[in-house]
């Protein structure tokens, strides 16, 4: 069955540190994609950053990288320096490939508070 | 570039009533679209997925229904409304035929009293 956990439920960080979100996932397709998305305080969600897994170089967009660890079936969110404008709520969701529902399971989400 | 619309913004709705929410996406041609629940503080749940005009698939039901009736277009419908059917819906495409990450649309915030 395939599942994504989040087990963070909030986190809390002043500006300018970095921080690390925790992701875990059960899959039984040998190929998937993983995503991390930002959801706002207005409810818009923003697609963040993507790992495929059959790629062992982890992925990194601006100061949003992450840490795949495929034998343990995690990958985490890492953000660097960290701004206030980065408070919202983030959802790891993974999307198999053998999927034929185009279906991305989604995290219960960690919400993140960046403090000035 | 590709932007999506979805109306309306916000909807309080009495139980027992009709629900029509729409989706429209512009600067993409043949696009996946869905429909996503959201209740409130909750994670994501997808509803219905569509590849093409006039085909939909259900993943979860929760007594809705969707259609496509334009290349552009994905519309979220009940003709009754359950209290448990208030949340947050969102709609989002992916480019076709790619198991590329889905963008989202602003969503519409549903109240049923």
């Known amino acids: 069955a395939q599942k994504v956990t989040q087990t963070q439920t909030s986190i809390s960080v002043m500006e300018k540190t970095t921080v690390t979100m925790d992701c875990v996932y059960e899959?039984?397709?040998?190929?998937?994609?993983l995503f991390w998305y930002k959801q706002t305080a207005s409810g818009e969600i923003v697609f963040l950053i993507r790992?495929?897994?059959?790629?062992?170089e982890n992925a990194t967009v601006g100061h949003y990288s992450l840490n795949f660890q495929k034998p343990k079936s995690s990958i985490g969110l890492i953000i660097t320096a960290t701004q206030i404008e980065d408070s919202a709520v983030y959802f790891c969701?993974?999307?198999?490939?053998?999927?034929?529902?185009?279906?991305?399971?989604f995290g219960d989400g960690t919400q993140l508070v960046v403090k000035p | 570039a590709q932007t999506i619309h979805q109306w309306p913004v916000a909807e309080i709705k009495a139980v027992g009533s009709p629900l029509s929410l729409g989706c429209t996406i512009k600067?993409?041609?043949?696009?996946?679209l869905y429909w996503y629940w959201q209740a409130t503080g909750g994670t994501l749940q997808q509803l219905f997925y569509?590849?093409?005009?006039?085909?939909v698939e259900s993943v979860v039901q929760l007594n809705l229904s969707a259609s496509r009736p334009k290349d552009d277009q994905f519309i979220l419908s009940t003709e009754k409304l359950l209290l448990s059917h208030s949340g947050f819906y969102l709609c989002?495409?992916?480019?076709?035929?790619?198991?590329?990450?889905?963008?989202f649309g602003p969503g519409t915030r549903l109240t049923v009293l």
């Open positions: 969701a993974m999307r198999e490939t053998r999927n034929s529902n185009n279906r991305i399971f």
């Open positions: 790992q495929d897994s059959y790629k062992k």
């Open positions: 989002a495409w992916s480019p076709q035929g790619d198991y590329a990450e889905q963008f």
């Open positions: 600067g993409k041609s043949s696009p996946n």
């Open positions: 899959t039984q397709d040998s190929s998937y994609f």
């Open positions: 569509s590849i093409t005009v006039g085909q």
